[in-house]
């Protein structure tokens, strides 16, 4: 049997930093793809320290500038439109990566580079039952 061929991951696809699965609240505002102002509450759906993916109902191009407020902080960073996907009917997933690198702009600790949850010290944490908050124990 031949051996079987792993391919190489694409130069782009390495992160720059740790992505983490967190709903959080936040206000995104700006100027829509139809040249009227907007403020949309939303929440993210996936933050690192160079942006968030949240969702969006406002229509937004690529490369735009846009501001997303932490609703818990009331802290705000200008961020420009790195990806935008249609997720549902009226609703878009909208990258936002921020102007100027925020590693604490969302207040949660990342996990290192190297982090996997099958490791020893993944499997020590557990979501509290019924915390319902993103918090670890």
């Known amino acids: 049997m031949p051996p079987v061929e792993t391919p190489q991951p694409k130069l782009n696809a390495v992160r720059r930093s740790q992505r983490v699965l967190l ?17 949309q509450g939303t929440h993210t759906v996936v933050v690192s320290a160079h942006g968030a993916l949240v969702l969006l ?36 997933e909208v ?14 600790a990342f996990p290192p580079p190297d982090w996997s949850s099958r490791s020893e010290e993944a499997k020590r944490f557990n979501p509290r039952p019924g915390a319902g908050d993103n918090r670890w124990t």
């Open 95 to 108: 990258g936002l990566e921020f102007l100027q690198l925020s590693p604490r702009f969302w207040h949660i």
């Open 23 to 39: 709903s959080m609240p936040v206000v995104v505002s700006g100027t829509g793809a139809d040249g009227q102002a907007f403020q």
């Open 57 to 92: 109902r406002t229509k937004v191009t690529l490369g735009q500038v846009l501001t997303i407020r932490n609703v818990k902080t009331n802290e705000q960073r200008d961020c420009r439109v790195s990806n935008v996907t249609a997720n549902q009917p009226g609703q878009m």
